[in-house]
């Protein structure tokens, strides 16, 4: 088979992310507006081509103003970087539909290359007749790598803010004609 052009569909696809919070907790949040290509065939998913460009503004942790605080320059500085890509280079069968994707990953304006592992979750027809296939993700980045240094010591030692940032997604894409 030859590949095809996917469209990731938003109503039924997630990007969440997770970090430590004063070493002792996990905050989660996501990010509600992100797009995907994804060129593939899905019986050989090590010939594909993601692309997964995030828009920051979108940032929801479930409280305005920590959101607020991680679009200011701070953070993401969605003034000078208002988006975060993903661009894959090389992906690697390493099971049944189970695959590392790694790309170039841009965030804050450093672009360096991660890996993430990937789950081709299976395809079908919808009720409609059109094609559909399933992916999730699942993978870590250090925050610091791209910039995002922001921290506060505390008292007890440690830091406010962890380093990783788990990322999870699960995607839903339409097969375009």
Do not use: C
């Amino acid at each position: 088979m030859t590949n095809s052009k996917w469209i990731v569909d938003s109503t039924h696809s997630s990007l969440d992310f997770t970090v430590k919070h004063m070493m002792i907790a996990k905050v989660k949040g996501n990010f509600a507006s992100f797009e995907a290509q994804i060129d593939a065939d899905p019986s050989d998913l090590t010939t594909a081509s993601v692309y997964v460009s995030v828009d920051l503004n979108s940032v929801d942790s479930r409280n305005a103003d920590r959101d607020n605080h991680l679009r200011s320059a701070d953070f993401f500085d969605v003034e000078k970087n208002p988006e975060m890509t993903f661009r894959s280079t090389r992906i690697v069968k390493t099971g049944d539909d189970e695959y590392k994707v790694t790309g170039d990953f841009t965030l804050h304006g450093v672009t360096r290359p991660e890996t993430f592992d990937v789950t081709f979750e299976g395809a079908g027809k919808d009720p409609w007749g059109n094609e559909k296939v399933g992916f999730s993700g699942k993978g870590s980045i250090k925050r610091s790598d791209y910039g995002l240094t922001y921290n506060a010591a505390l008292e007890t030692g440690g830091m406010l803010i962890g380093d990783e940032i788990k990322i999870s997604i699960d995607l839903e894409a339409s097969k375009q004609a």
